[in-house]
């Protein structure tokens, strides 16, 4: 006959192995084990708030933009190796591309590829890859930042002119 406690050290051995296979963990021992699950908790924590700044900073932006129809829209995804930059704006906006395009090339990205459109809208799709020189981590919220600044330039010098 199983004991009582043998049946309960069976259940946690088992649960340790889940636990174990879960975190993609190595570790043989059972505080080895649940010391890997602990770090495994916290790069999930850390990557849940870097998602739920990323989705206040794009909701933000889109409610922002929406507020301000004259102001282009932006967004911005990271994607493996560098970012899709989407700007779209309701009217034509002479001057723009210039504007975003230097303020890329200041972050240290390169355009990849690019479409765009300044007939009667203005459009800007362009995927963009970091600098392999450039050792600084850029996130989605910087691009978009810089993003931003030159659309609020450009739209100063054009009130000025």
Known sequence: ?????QKRAAALHEKL?????????????????????????????????RLNHDI???TTTQSSTNNTSSWPQVEVETLEKGFLVNVYSERSCPGLLVSILEVVEELGL???EARVSCT???RLEAFSGENEENEETINAQVVAEAVFEAI??????????
């Open 110 to 112: 390169n355009v990849l």
């Open 152 to 161: 609020k330039n450009w739209r100063e010098s054009n009130e000025q002119g």
């Open 120 to 122: 009667d809208t203005f």
């Open 1 to 5: 006959m199983v004991s009582r406690e």
């Open 56 to 58: 206040t900073t794009t």
């Open 17 to 49: 192995q889940l636990l174990r296979s879960i975190t993609k963990s190595h570790a043989i021992s059972e505080t080895s084990i649940i010391v890997d699950a602990s770090k495994y908790i916290q790069e999930l924590k850390h990557k849940v708030e």
